[in-house]
């Protein structure tokens, strides 16, 4: 059982390039969320999804876009890097709203030039 | 502003002592509060959490405590093992959010 699986594990950018991190679930969960995690600053929520066609804004989102086709992936976009959009990011996904578990991916480590 | 707060950064102990983690939260609609642990180059993991209708959660070497009044919850790792040494993050939720608000983070470092 894979879980949450995330790609590519590592990238390096240009400034202005673009590039998309795939998440994919085999959970069969309805929410699946991005998160960033930089240092002393935690894990701040990026973008949501509640379902299949569906995606939210969460704390942190310009500069992202995300799409939820399938009911298993989750994607986020750049569409054009900036250095301060170097950090790891980690998708996750639940079965439920909030109360319950979070499972994350391993994380992609982005770097911005 | 922050909803969810980890004011200690790191704590050190030594094996076999109690490791106690706190977190501070501001939003009195939070009803549900969780703790994840992180290893380097994972993901979070799921540790522990508790209904803000408890005040109490035990499981195994892992308690968290809530109280509601101070807006506090903690987390008891006794006895604490080399292995816990992990960065632990606190989170919240609340019935109107879909999403978990995570604290900074607490880095643990449990020496033999």
């Known amino acids: 059982n894979a879980g949450v699986t995330q790609t590519p594990k590592f990238r390096v950018l240009k400034t202005g390039q673009s590039m998309t991190l795939l998440c994919a679930q085999d959970?069969?969960?309805?929410?699946m969320y991005w998160y960033r995690q930089d240092p002393g600053m935690g894990l701040r929520l990026i973008h949501y999804?509640?379902?299949?066609?569906?995606?939210a804004k969460g704390e942190v989102p310009d500069g992202y876009n995300v799409s939820r086709l399938k009911k298993q992936n989750f994607l986020l976009g750049l569409e054009s890097a900036a250095p301060s959009q170097t950090s790891v990011y980690f998708c996750?996904?639940?079965?439920?709203?909030?109360?319950?578990?979070?499972?994350f991916g391993e994380g992609s480590r982005l770097t911005v030039l | 502003d922050q909803q969810v707060k980890q004011n200690s950064p790191s704590l050190s102990v030594q094996e076999g002592r109690i490791s106690i983690l706190n977190c501070d939260y501001t939003n009195s609609m939070f009803d549900y509060f969780l703790w994840y642990k992180k290893y380097p180059a994972e993901g979070p993991t799921f540790l522990i959490s508790i209904s803000s209708i408890k005040d109490k959660n035990e499981d195994g070497r892992f308690t968290v405590f809530l109280n509601k009044s101070a807006k506090h919850l903690s987390l008891h790792i006794v006895p604490s093992q080399p292995g816990d040494s992990a960065v632990y993050f606190c989170a919240a939720s609340n019935q109107a959010g879909t999403a978990l608000i995570f604290g900074k983070g607490t880095t643990l470092s449990v020496s033999s």
């Open positions: 996750a996904s639940s079965y439920s709203r909030s109360t319950g578990e979070l499972f």
């Open positions: 959970m069969n969960h309805e929410y």
């Open positions: 999804s509640v379902g299949e066609g569906t995606t």
